[in-house]
């Protein structure tokens, strides 16, 4: 944290539980958090063959691979609305 600049007053109180169900969307969200890939404009997504990557190591099966993928679409557009707004 000092690295960039930032101390814990920097961050909310806040605690946020993630339900067991989607940890393991949570967990892979979290793994991919340097492969957000950049155009002109700004952020565009997470890099896919990455991803797909790693899930291809999780041992899901067909439904899991499925729900996960999904899930973690929910907090790519998520946070893609928040990294790209810009404050005017």
Do not use: C
Request: without cysteine.
């Amino acid at each position: 944290m000092e690295l960039a600049g930032l101390t814990l007053d920097d961050f909310d109180d806040e605690v946020v539980e993630i339900w067991p169900e989607h940890w393991d969307a949570y967990a892979l969200f979290a793994y991919m958090r340097t492969q957000w890939r950049a155009g002109g404009m700004g952020l565009i997504g997470l890099d896919y063959a990455v991803l797909h990557r790693k899930m291809d190591r999780m041992g899901l099966d067909s439904v899991q691979y499925d729900e996960i993928e999904s899930d973690v679409q929910v907090m790519e557009f998520a946070a893609l609305n928040i990294m790209n707004s810009r404050d005017e």
